[in-house]
């Protein structure tokens, strides 16, 4: 496993995450982990790498995270970005306690169960796996660059710089045109909110913009249901 | 005296004191081009490691400007065309002479997503948190769960 932080903020923004100093009780609720499992899974054995420039993002077409790619022995892609296993109900979450409903907080862990039991799969079976899609499918599921968005990364590049190099509000606006460009790109949305205020550095992008924004999908998903053999129908968005 | 321009192009970051904005115009001087950008001025056209284009006959008198001819001392190329010719976009800011260029839409050449076959997936070269250097390509021959994420 590589883990890659989609984060301006470099190190500083995702070492607490990496080796977290704490973990609130209600993600224990949310991920289905006992306090040895929490324990346990607090401190990586693999690789986590940090990606300022958001360059993985533009080279697969990655709008969101969290977002999972296989890739096999020879560097090919067994199963292109996708949202491994994560819902919507975070949309349902009591912003105060931060519990979600146990309905969507059971469907969660078995979302993630089904996911990560094809990884499992993958693993042990490789190509053999009914997980590996076929050339034509990745194509299919991949995100093509197109005009449109490669202006949109060329605006959130413009935005990132402008805002490291003290213009925060010709920042903001050049990040802002990346948003309206590709406004499906959530990446581009929550990176701008932390890069609009210095104190969110690290910190989640929770806030009434985000959450305005996750507003207005209505019945759109945040996520999209992760299409995978096995994994049952998804609950509502909201 | 012209304003210094900034390029952001690919992993590079480049303020260029010779460079110049002329309203859509980015005049590089060549000296400076590959520093900036990893293109090169050749006989055989403007090269990027292994892989050349050759510049289109119509198109040469309105990217370069300054002396042809061997050595060539003050030639300039008009960046900002010849990156557009290849498929990249750009924004700018004007007023702080910052250039940032959107990634290559290759337009009628194959692509990983347009050939048939495997998708190969796009090396990278990103450091962990104490800095090491980290590819992709450091993995072959291992299964590999690429896992994105962010603090936001």
């Known amino acids: 496993m590589i883990a890659v932080a989609f984060d301006t903020g470099g190190p500083a923004a995702v070492r607490d995450f990496i080796r977290p100093a704490q973990l609130l009780p209600p993600m ?7 306090q040895s499992l929490a324990e346990k899974a607090a401190v990586p054995a693999y690789p986590c790498l940090i990606d300022e420039r958001h360059s993985l993002g533009e080279a697969l077409g990655i709008v969101n995270v969290p977002t999972a790619v296989w890739i096999d022995e020879d560097g090919m892609i067994a199963r292109p970005p996708e949202v491994p296993g994560a819902t919507d109900a975070f949309r349902s979450m009591n912003l105060q306690t931060r519990e979600v ?13 089904v996911y ?13 796996s009914e997980h590996v ?23 959130f ?16 606006r050049a990040l802002e045109t990346a948003v309206r460009l590709e ?20 910190q989640l992008a929770a806030t009434p913009e985000f959450w305005q924004a996750v507003q207005a999908l ?14 049952p129908a998804p609950l509502p968005p909201r | 005296m012209a304003m210094a321009q900034t390029l952001l192009y690919g992993a590079l970051e480049t303020e260029l004191v010779g460079a110049a904005a002329d309203r859509d115009q980015l005049w590089i001087p060549l000296d400076d081009l590959e520093r900036a950008t990893g293109w090169t001025a050749k006989p055989e056209g403007l090269c990027q490691g292994e892989r050349c284009v050759p510049v289109p006959a119509a198109r040469k008198a309105g990217w370069f400007d300054g ?6 001392e003050g030639r300039r190329l008009d960046f900002a065309a010849f990156a557009t010719y290849l498929g990249h976009t750009v924004a700018r800011d004007e007023e702080r002479g910052v250039w940032a260029f959107g990634p290559a839409v290759d337009r009628g050449a194959s692509t990983a997503l347009t050939a048939s076959g495997p998708v190969a997936a796009p090396d990278f070269r990103l450091p962990d948190l104490d800095g090491k250097l980290h590819s992709l390509s450091d993995y072959r021959g291992k299964k590999v769960l690429l896992y994105c994420w962010s603090s936001w």
């Open chain 1, 157 to 172: 590049r413009l935005g990132v710089w402008l805002s490291q190099h003290g213009e925060r509000d010709a920042g903001q």
């Open chain 1, 218 to 231: 209505g019945d759109r998903y945040y996520y999209p249901p992760t299409e995978m053999a096995g994994m």
């Open chain 2, 67 to 72: 002396p042809d001819g061997p050595g060539g």
């Open chain 1, 116 to 128: 990560v039991d094809a990884l499992r799969d993958w693993i042990e079976r490789g190509p053999a």
């Open chain 1, 133 to 155: 899609l076929a050339p034509d499918e990745v194509r299919r599921r991949m995100r093509g660059l197109d005009p449109n968005a490669s202006l949109a990364a060329a605006h």
């Open chain 1, 101 to 113: 409903s146990k309905e969507r907080a059971a469907d969660g862990r078995v979302r993630r169960q």
């Open chain 1, 28 to 34: 224990f609720q949310f991920m289905g982990w006992s």
């Open chain 1, 183 to 202: 406004p499906e790109a959530w990446r581009f949305r929550r990176q701008k909110i932390v890069l609009s205020d210095p104190s969110l550095t690290g």
